[in-house]
């Protein structure tokens, strides 16, 4: 017994390796001893084996397998219920031992009994649950079974379904009220009026018109003009959000091992993240989610003005830029389920003098070395994300101008260079307000960016990894020069999670 235990059981089961030992050992008998019935003896121990062995791998019993998710998609660190519903659809008995592969992130994958003692109508249902601490998009399944021939000589694994597609999305984070989008109903949105003149009652009031209710007659306006005058009907319009979601490789990676994060879709594949980008994944979910409860269209775009999501394997509709109610907050969820790092992987390494002496000198140059600090920005520091030249360029400005004073801007970036902040900058002449938020392991390195980006318009700070987004999120509510003190606060570790 104790050489079966070193033979592997996937092939034979202990009583085939039993009868293939003793077929062996039967036919050298029958060589030694000249015995004809120990030579047909041995040929039957060892072909019955091998016959059991082709009979499971050519008839292969035939199941149904059905598997349904509760909720269908779920977010990280909640518990998701997972439903199987069995049933044999080709001829077969007996009891079989059935497993559900799971990724290792999910524990061990749970085994159990085909048919279960509960099966009804020959359907047997299981159910087990399921957490995520991280996001992505993670292969259920498929169930395997582990059958043998009616000897019990011969086993083998099949794979009796093809798995279905668990979607984890980022969590959102609850942000406090703020005066985000300036003053707006409380439904979130925006009333809009015709102003013949600058009285309040004109602004609110015109002439009556044959079939205006009474109801809406404005006396006091009445009384002032001689004629009779109605409140003057408001349009109302639903308020845009639009938030840009820097994705770029260069402008997240810290330039050691930041990649990391689990496997999604089918080919186990891992996303290209960090957690700097990780933060930036949970601020664009919460933002969405705060904005949504107030009635805002969100609308998405990346550094290069494309649909931000047009790259994300779990995103229902790539193309798509605009997201309106809670249709479209599930798909913001789903598509940042898998979203990940793009475009060039090369970070600038050169060597240079310390960040700190750099903007010393920086300081002291005049405003017309502006392009010569700009170079140095790159160039010196090893942290620097190379500049991409299509990032923030004419295309994103384009797109921004044909949606102009239509709601806030909301930019969430990586490490930006000077050029690359001067060109964003210039955008915030298209929202009613703009905010940007920079993360990055290094907060001070940013200095000359976020200063880029306030002379342009924009309430901007920088954070790291580990700050409060509530904390950040309220800062934008302080001013401009409380924005600069918070960033500030920062840089020292304040309002950061330890």
């Known amino acids: 017994m104790a050489v079966l235990d070193y033979l592997p059981k996937h092939i034979f089961s202990t009583r085939g390796w039993g009868l293939l030992a003793a077929g062996v050992l039967a036919l050298l008998l029958a060589q030694v001893m000249g015995r004809r019935d120990l ?28 598997r349904e998710f509760n909720p269908s998609t779920v977010e990280t660190s909640a518990t998701t219920t997972v439903r199987l519903a069995v049933a044999r659809t080709g001829a077969g008995a007996g009891v079989v031992i059935m497993e559900e592969k799971l990724p290792p992130r999910f524990g061990e994958s749970p085994a159990f009994r085909f048919p279960a003692r ?75 009026r015709i102003r013949a003149n600058p009285s309040d ?60 994060s689990g496997a999604h879709g089918d080919s186990g594949q891992e996303l290209v993240t960090s957690d700097t980008f990780e933060w930036a994944v949970t601020a664009a979910m919460s933002i969405s989610a705060h904005l949504a409860e107030r009635n805002y269209v969100l ?41 990940q790092l793009s475009g060039s992987h090369h970070v600038r390494r050169d060597s240079g003098r310390k960040e700190s002496d750099r903007r010393d000198g920086d300081r002291r140059d005049s405003d017309s070395d502006g392009d010569k600090r700009e170079n140095r920005d790159t160039r010196e520091n090893p942290l620097a994300p190379e500049n991409d030249p299509r990032a923030f360029d004419d295309r994103l400005i384009d797109k ?14 990586g490490k930006v260079t000077l050029q690359e902040a001067r060109s964003l900058s210039q955008a915030a002449a298209f929202g009613a307000n703009a905010f940007a ?41 302080e001013g401009d020069a409380a924005v600069s003190t918070a960033a500030a606060d920062v840089r020292r570790g304040a309002g950061v999670d330890r």
């Open 201 to 260: 009652d004109d602004v609110m009031t015109r002439e009556y018109r044959h079939g205006d209710p009474m109801r809406r007659v404005h006396w006091a306006a009445t009384a002032r003009h001689g004629e009779l005058m109605v409140r003057q009907e408001e349009s109302v319009t639903t308020p845009e959000a639009t938030i840009i979601l820097d994705q770029r490789y260069t402008a997240f990676h810290n330039g050691l091992n930041s990649v990391f």
């Open 437 to 477: 938020i920079v993360i990055t392991d290094h907060p001070e390195a940013a200095d000359d960016a976020l200063e880029a980006l306030r002379l342009g318009g924009w309430r901007a700070i920088a954070v790291k990894a580990t700050t409060s987004l509530a904390a950040a999120w309220v800062s934008f509510d």
């Open 299 to 339: 609308r998405f775009l990346d550094a290069q003005g494309d649909p931000a999501f047009l790259h994300s394997p779990s995103a229902p509709e790539p193309e798509s830029e605009d997201f309106n109610g809670t249709a479209g907050l599930q798909s913001v969820a789903e598509s940042l389920a898998a979203i």
């Open 39 to 66: 030579l047909t003896l041995a040929v039957l121990l060892i072909l019955l084996p091998l016959v059991a062995l082709l009979g499971v791998r050519i008839l292969k019993p035939g199941f149904q397998v059905y």
């Open 118 to 192: 509960s099966a009804v109508g020959g359907t047997s249902r299981y159910e087990y649950h399921l957490r995520s601490g991280k996001r992505g998009q993670f292969t259920i399944g498929p169930v395997t079974a582990e059958f043998s021939d009616p000897f019990g000589l011969s086993l083998q694994r099949h794979s009796i379904d093809d798995g279905d597609t668990l979607t984890v999305t980022p969590a959102a984070v609850e942000l406090p009220m703020t005066g985000l989008a300036g003053a707006r109903g409380n439904d979130g949105v925006t009333a809009t």
């Open 400 to 413: 921004l101008s044909a949606h102009r004073l239509r709601g806030p801007l909301l930019a969430i970036l």
